[in-house]
């Protein structure tokens, strides 16, 4: 009989990484998704506590196991870097953040639909450099699926190689489109009348890797985003040959942008000006 398949695209990942001039903290950074992840699996539907955080938001206690492990473990074997996460928010100056290293985690993104059940969420976890994320590792535990990415690499899903989609026809996308405020309602109304179809799916991180694999065509969110919901998957997105950016056409990454006041256009190159001109 053969090896699992799982464990064989794990280690495929971990070769991958080993190529990279991050291979270490790639490989890390792989193997503390999937631990976060057998957390979130172990708990997934038998959560004992629930709070709310924000009128549109919750938080769990898998939230802070998940980030918690991440935290320790980085900090063990980085202790210099800096660590950037959604339930600790930032634990460093802004200028120390900028110019050093720093982990970008999402411990559980898609809260609201692990909370009822909706199987669709993930770990996030990015290193950034110098003001630039470096790796990206998305991993959804309840399909058993790991995106990953180095910025001296390809973007890999399970071991294998992903490229963004291409199709020809506006008519043809399938997209995500979380767009408003003044002027952006009719703005987001015109640009669905040129596409196939909607979906809002609740998990920032994975709908931008899905785009990074050809699942969606197009991602794109004017606010409400914060570093830890884009820095892994806006690079693993970028890697598979997506063009990213904000939707005012500046860098989709910057850590002088406040949290919750990001915001990102992911899409083939073939239609990302399309789209910017449609919704910006």
Partial sequence: MGSDPSSRSEADLVRFGRSSAFGPELALAIDLAHEAGRIQMERYE????????????VVTEVDH???????RAVRLRYPN???YAEEIGEVA????????RT?????LDGTINYANGIPFFCVSIALAAEGRPVLGV???????ETFAAAIDGPS??????????????LADLVVTLAVGGRGTVRKRREALRSIRANRSMGSAALTLAY???????????????SAWDVAAAGLIAERAGAAVSSLDGKPWFDLAYPAKKWSCLAASPRHHETMLGLLK
């Avoid at 785009?211 to 985003?225: H, I, M, N, P």
């Fill in 138 to 144: 998305v991993h959804d535990p309840s399909r058993n």
């Fill in 81 to 83: 870097d800096h660590f």
């Fill in 211 to 225: 785009v990074a694999c050809g699942r969606f065509d197009v991602y794109a969110q004017s606010a409400g985003l």
């Fill in 103 to 107: 982990w970008i985690v999402d411990p």
């Fill in 46 to 57: 038998h959560l004992e506590r629930i709070q709310a955080k924000g009128p549109r938001d």
């Fill in 156 to 169: 890999l899903r399970n071991g294998e190689p992903i490229r963004v989609g291409d199709k020809e026809l």
């Fill in 93 to 100: 100056a802004a200028g120390e953040v900028k110019s050093g």
């Fill in 65 to 71: 196991l998940c980030e918690d492990l991440i935290m």
